[in-house]
């Protein structure tokens, strides 16, 4: 049809410039005929990089997630890497299919935001294939899997505090209760530690089972207006909880922060524009894409200077506003 070799073809499909333009033109006009399309996977065989990096996030609807994928984003491209993003809906079965397609891809390294319905099992086959595979956001790992993470048990001990030092006792948290949040456990860690540095002992009021949107703390906000003695700071697991909580407070009658100071976590849109401005613990997600990028270049390239280290944490900032 054609009357060239099988590495004449090869090279004009690959528009290679040793091929006249003329014999380029005739072969790929003729394979828009026939439908043909490259071998993606034989292509990165023999290449032994796809320049693909894969991404599995619990869900993208989530400022905190978006942030750190909009740094991973840039960063990826900025090396000359395009990035697949996948979601899981927070459920097992949802990361095992991500796993499986972004495997089929050859992805060149994987990222993980890490949630309660984690399973590392399902990254195996990337290990076992000299993948390197970066975890976010989860508690410390070990090797294979190198961990960035924020202190979340310093950025929960801090913002208790802060109510402490104001000469606040009776401090609420309001937990992630729907396994939503995997840095919740840690927050709590040094929520308690701050109380018991002071001496006082954490009991079933304390620690009020909710979750991270507007109307979980609207819901417990609910059952705090039915209590004898409240609370004189709550902190939320989230902004838009804490967000929820403040308004059906206020809607009857409480002031804040005169009677109840509030804060969240995140530093999202929603802690600007409340009234008031809402106390909150500020994550730096961008850095911690940007950050995952570079140690993945690090990894492939075999240029990595912490060889020895599994963990790289991230420091939080307490951010003080009117609420609080």
Not at 224 to 235: E, G, N, T
Not at 240 to 262: F, K, N, R, T, Y
Not at 275 to 289: D, E, I, K, N
Request: net charge neutral.
């Amino acid at each position: 049809m054609l009357d060239l070799s099988t590495a004449t073809i090869s090279r004009a499909l690959n528009n290679d410039p040793t091929v006249r333009p003329q014999t380029k033109r005739r072969v790929q006009k003729l394979a828009r005929g026939i439908g043909y399309r490259a071998n993606e996977h034989a292509r990165l065989l023999k290449h032994s990089r796809s320049h693909i990096l894969g991404c599995i996030v619990p869900r993208l609807d989530c400022n905190f997630t978006a942030t750190i994928v909009s740094g991973m984003e840039k960063s990826a491209r900025e090396t000359d890497y395009s990035l697949v993003i996948m979601q899981t809906n927070e459920t097992a079965e949802g990361e095992a299919s991500c796993a499986n397609a972004l495997y089929s891809k050859m992805v060149d390294g994987l990222f993980v935001v890490v949630s309660e319905s984690t399973k590392l099992a399902h990254f195996a086959p990337f290990i076992q294939r000299n993948v390197p595979v970066i975890l976010l956001n989860g508690a410390n790992e070990t090797s294979p899997y190198i961990n960035i993470a924020i202190d979340h048990a310093r950025s929960g001990y801090e913002v208790t505090r802060h109510f402490l030092e104001q000469g606040r006792e009776m401090i609420v948290y309001i937990a992630d209760s729907q396994g939503r949040l995997a840095a919740d456990p840690e927050r709590l860690k040094g929520y308690r530690r701050a109380l018991l540095e002071e001496g006082i002992v954490v009991g079933g009021r304390h620690i009020l089972k909710g979750g991270v949107s507007w109307a979980d703390g609207a819901k417990v906000a609910e059952s705090i207006l039915q209590w004898r003695q409240k609370p004189d700071a709550i902190i939320a697991a989230s902004d838009d909880c804490a967000a929820g909580c403040m308004s059906v407070l206020q809607g009857q009658g409480i002031m804040v922060p005169e009677e109840i100071a509030i804060a969240g976590f995140g530093n999202n849109p929603i802690s600007l524009v409340t009234q008031p401005s809402l106390t909150t613990v500020h994550y730096p997600a961008r850095q911690m894409g940007e950050s995952a990028v570079q140690e993945l270049m690090f990894q492939l390239d075999g240029s990595t200077p912490n060889k020895l280290i599994q963990s790289i944490l991230l420091r939080s900032d307490l951010i003080v506003r009117q609420s609080g």
